[in-house]
């Protein structure tokens, strides 16, 4: 936290967990220690990478207001995940009842006599969270794959190089898994379409049966008239 005169920072750090063709949010907390109305502005040293919601505003008297600090998405990742991208916080007691509106350039222009706060905020790339990976082959037991963690909390460059590289290749599993989500969704199909021809065959062998016990029932009533004419023929040969 930075502790000035007028205003208190939160962060000092801004911390984006850096991901390729991904846009990434992190806010600043500014909080008002005085009984005044403290007008601030942002500057950045790479105004078309960063979008500052909002750039200039008021913070009242003994209040907070918060900054939303947005990257643009990025298409490579910097060499060893470093940053040199900096802001700059400038704060300057205006009038009571003061709006945005009233905010002007020459407020902040220190040669006019006026009494300027600056805040440097300096920009970090963290990795973002990974899911577990199994333990390589060699490992000692009970040793994490990560790499080495440096005094200061912060991993070498090694590691962001690993990350870096790992973010480039995404893209290929992505494909791979889009590859693998046409061929379930073909072989259901296929699958679907043999379901459909098992029930159309059931269908018309359950047709083929019917009209066989039909076939069958007439070639037995013709038996017994034949069986019934040859009975009256012979009766009438007696007569005669």
Same mark, same amino acid.
Do not use: W
């Given at each position: 936290?930075?502790?000035?005169?007028?205003?208190?920072?939160?962060?000092?750090?801004?911390?984006?967990?850096?991901?390729?063709?991904?846009?990434?949010?992190?806010?600043?907390?500014?909080?008002?220690?005085?009984?005044?109305?403290?007008?601030? +502005?942002?500057?950045?040293?790479?105004?078309?990478?960063?979008?500052?919601?909002?750039?200039?505003?008021?913070?009242?008297?003994?209040?907070?207001?918060?900054?939303?600090?947005?990257?643009?998405?990025?298409?490579?990742?910097?060499?060893?995940?470093?940053?040199?991208?900096?802001?700059?916080?400038?704060?300057?007691?205006?009038?009571?009842?003061?709006?945005?509106?009233?905010?002007?350039?020459?407020?902040?222009?220190?040669?006019?006599?006026?009494?300027?706060?600056?805040?440097?905020?300096?920009?970090?790339?963290?990795?973002?969270?990974?899911?577990?990976?199994?333990?390589?082959?060699?490992?000692?037991?009970?040793?994490?794959?990560?790499?080495?963690?440096?005094?200061?909390?912060?991993?070498?460059?090694?590691?962001?190089?690993?990350?870096?590289?790992?973010?480039?290749?995404?893209?290929?599993?992505?494909?791979?898994?889009?590859?693998?989500?046409?061929?379930?969704?073909?072989?259901?199909?296929? +699958?679907?379409?043999?379901?459909?021809?098992?029930? +159309?065959?059931?269908?018309?062998?359950?047709?083929?049966?019917?009209?066989?016990?039909?076939?069958?029932?007439?070639?037995?009533?013709?038996?017994?008239?034949?069986?019934?004419?040859?009975?009256?023929?012979?009766?009438?040969?007696?007569?005669?």
């Amino acid at each position: 936290m930075s502790s000035g005169e007028l205003l208190n920072i939160e962060p000092l750090e801004l911390k984006f967990p850096f991901e390729l063709k991904k846009q990434i949010s992190c806010s600043l907390q500014l909080s008002n220690k005085t009984d005044a109305y403290v007008a601030f +502005k942002v500057k950045t040293t790479n105004p078309k990478k960063y979008c500052v919601r909002p750039n200039t505003g008021i913070v009242m008297p003994r209040s907070t207001c918060d900054v939303m600090v947005t990257m643009q998405a990025q298409k490579e990742a910097p060499p060893d995940m470093q940053c040199k991208d900096k802001f700059l916080l400038q704060s300057v007691k205006t009038v009571d009842g003061a709006s945005p509106k009233d905010i002007t350039p020459e407020m902040f222009n220190k040669e006019s006599g006026h009494v300027v706060e600056e805040s440097k905020l300096r920009v970090v790339y963290v990795s973002p969270p990974q899911p577990p990976s199994p333990v390589p082959e060699g490992s000692e037991e009970g040793s994490s794959p990560r790499g080495s963690v440096s005094e200061n909390g912060n991993s070498n460059g090694s590691d962001f190089t690993q990350v870096a590289r790992g973010f480039t290749e995404r893209p290929e599993a992505q494909d791979k898994l889009a590859e693998a989500r046409a061929l379930i969704s073909r072989l259901t199909e296929e +699958k679907n379409n043999a379901i459909e021809q098992n029930s +159309k065959l059931r269908q018309e062998l359950d047709l083929l049966k019917r009209e066989g016990n039909k076939s069958r029932g007439v070639s037995y009533v013709i038996v017994v008239l034949i069986g019934l004419l040859g009975i009256i023929m012979g009766c009438l040969l007696k007569k005669t």
